[in-house]
């Protein structure tokens, strides 16, 4: 006698699969979205340190042709290579007046079409310090916990 599966078990195991994937994609997103965060965090990081390098040597700051968005020369002329995955990273440097320290501002902006995310700006200026609107965990969480 051959033993099969019966209609109510295979019900049964299909109600399962679509319970834990109802639960598991939207934690997927959610995990993608904060390395994704961490990555931008990270590659302001490194610009902020090659700055550094780059004044040591050239006594200003580079700043990106397009504030918004760096270009692969610019990244060349840091010796950096920045996060690809959906943000956008410039860097403004505007020229010291009179009795100015020299600075620079980079940001890092999640692109638009990043749902909920998208537009949220993070920033790291010649100090090393990084700015986000608001508690940055309050930050993350309310993008993150949108999706």
Not at 19 to 26: K, M, N, R, S
Not at 62 to 87: F, R, V, Y
Not at 117 to 126: A, I, L, P
Request: hydrophobic letters at 45%.
């Amino acid at each position: 006698m051959r033993r099969a599966f019966t209609l109510v078990e295979l019900i049964v195991v299909v109600i399962i699969l679509g319970i834990l994937a109802a639960v598991g994609i939207p934690q997927y997103r959610k995990a993608l979205e904060r390395a994704r965060g961490a990555e931008a965090y990270g590659g302001l990081g490194h610009i902020q340190e090659a700055e550094k390098v780059y004044y040591a040597s050239a006594e200003k700051y580079l700043a990106s042709a397009n504030p918004l968005k760096m270009t692969d020369l610019e990244e060349q002329k840091l010796d950096i290579s920045l996060p690809q995955s959906g943000w956008d990273i410039g860097v403004d440097a505007p020229i010291p007046g009179p009795g100015e320290a020299p600075s620079f501002l980079a940001t890092a902006t999640r692109k638009t079409g990043a749902g909920p995310c998208g537009g949220r700006k993070m920033t790291v200026d010649q100090g090393g310090v990084i700015i986000e609107i608001g508690d940055p965990l309050v930050w993350w969480r309310s993008c993150v916990d949108a999706l």
